[in-house]
């Protein structure tokens, strides 16, 4: 039987943490959480999808599970989509800031 995408077991993965760019930017904490709505569309190359003004169609919910004490800081997140679209949580993670670690795109 297939099960929506909302009632996934979540999925943890480890990422690098970009620095705050101003003073004003939010520092890193454990337990943060992010609630994402984006449209997500296919860019150039085809099989790389980003963020588009429009109706959301991707959702997911991101949460900072831990953060390293090490060079360069890491984050474990918990990532639960709600959503199906293709390379959602890699977007969705790129867009908070936190890039899949060794991810090429």
Do not use: C
Request: no cysteine.
């Amino acid at each position: 039987a297939h099960t929506p995408p909302s009632e996934h077991t979540p999925s943890f993965a480890a990422q690098a943490l970009e620095e705050p760019q101003s003073q004003s930017d939010q520092y890193w904490s454990s337990g943060q959480q992010w609630q994402l709505h984006h449209r997500l569309e296919k860019a150039d190359p085809a099989f790389v999808m980003r963020i588009v003004p429009g109706e959301a169609n991707a959702h997911s919910t991101l949460i900072l599970k831990a953060i390293s004490q090490t060079e360069p800081v890491l984050g474990l997140f918990e990532l639960t989509p709600h959503t199906g679209k293709t390379h959602q949580l890699r977007v969705h993670m790129a867009s908070i800031g936190a890039p899949l670690l060794h991810d090429r795109y």
